[in-house]
């Protein structure tokens, strides 16, 4: 994650694609609605415990798990000739432009 997300930043709101998780020290410093959109490769565990590690400011902190999905699977690495992971597909870019509809 890169640190686009810091009191200084020009954006209004991140997700994070089937993320790899940060330390605790930078996930204070995301201050601006997030969303974290993950694979089977980032568990629930692993998702909650993230989201546990941000800021309590943040106005919106959410996290949505596709156990059947592999990581990359919202960019270069999703096979959308499996409608399976097409439906899931659609259903991660609906939920971006929900989150973005909201905060931006």
Not at 32 to 47: R, V
Not at 74 to 97: H, T
């Amino acid at each position: 994650m890169s640190y686009c997300s810091i009191p200084s930043t020009p954006f209004s709101a991140v997700v994070e694609l089937h993320p790899g998780f940060v330390g605790k020290a930078v996930a204070e410093k995301i201050c601006i609605p997030l969303l974290a959109i993950c694979s089977k490769d980032e568990t629930e565990e692993q998702a909650d415990a993230f989201m546990k590690r941000l800021n309590p400011a943040i106005p919106s902190k959410h996290y949505v798990v596709f156990p059947e999905r592999e990581h990359g699977w919202l960019s270069a690495r999703g096979n959308l000739n499996n409608p399976q992971v097409l439906s899931d597909y659609e259903q991660g870019y609906r939920l971006m432009l929900e989150f973005f509809g909201k905060w931006l």
